[in-house]
């Protein structure tokens, strides 16, 4: 019985590890996307949030 509880509970880690890697993994293409939207833009600093914001919109639409 306690090995049954332990395959679960390495399971559910698993699913956990993957989840980190997965919002890293978004959370880097946001990144990139607002940095190429700050190039564009001919890097005018001052508008942080507004290129995360637009590249947040832009790849959770790709999603």
């Known amino acids: 019985m306690q090995t049954t ?3 679960n ?3 559910s880690q698993n699913r956990r590890t993957n989840g ?5 993994s978004l959370r ?3 990144e990139t996307r607002a940095h190429e939207i ?3 833009r001919g890097c005018e600093p001052g508008h ?3 290129d995360w914001l637009q590249a ?3 790849i959770m639409g790709w999603l």
């Open 9 to 11: 509970e390495k399971k």
């Open 5 to 7: 509880s332990k395959k």
């Open 28 to 30: 880097e293409q946001i």
């Open 20 to 24: 980190i890697f997965e919002a890293t």
């Open 56 to 58: 947040e919109r832009e």
């Open 48 to 50: 942080e949030l507004d």
């Open 38 to 40: 700050y190039l564009a």
